[in-house]
Nanobody
Framework: QVQLVESGGGLVQAGGSLRLSCAAS????????MGWFRQAPGKEREFVAA????????YYADSVKGRFTMSRDNAKNTVYLQMNSLKPEDTAVYYC??????????????????WGQGTQVTVSS
């Protein structure tokens, strides 16, 4: 019932920046959680960042703290992931995820009901 579309991926050099966008459509809701995950070749899907509606708080994986910033534009039903100081190890397919409820276990991919198709981010060294 919820459609998520990511955009903004691409190829950048190490130290560069990208901003990913995730637009949600198909349903309106007032309490939800949005998350970003990534998956590199041969790796499990990994938590990157999340926003919880109840507190408007953002949460980040240790590997991206200080470099990535997640934000949400409620009027546009869009979330963003600003990625700065990119490293080769950031190379992955980045997925936007949504849950219709304010969940506490925001870092677990199995807690999200809706997923986008992903956008490729490649960071060259």
């Amino acid at each position: 019932q919820v459609q998520l579309v990511e955009s903004g991926g691409g190829l950048v050099q190490a130290g560069g920046s990208l901003r990913l966008s995730c637009a949600a459509s198909g349903r309106t809701f007032s309490r939800y959680t949005m998350g970003w995950f990534r998956q590199a070749p041969g790796k499990e899907r990994e938590f990157v960042a999340a926003i919880r509606w109840s507190t408007s708080s953002t949460y980040y994986a240790d590997s991206v703290k200080g470099r990535f910033t997640m934000s949400r534009d409620n009027a546009k039903n869009t979330v963003y992931l600003q990625m700065n100081s990119l490293k080769p190890e950031d190379t992955a397919v980045y997925y936007c995820a949504a849950d219709l409820y304010d969940i506490s276990e925001y870092s677990r991919s199995t807690k999200y009901d809706y997923w986008g198709q992903g956008t490729q981010v490649t960071v060259s060294s």
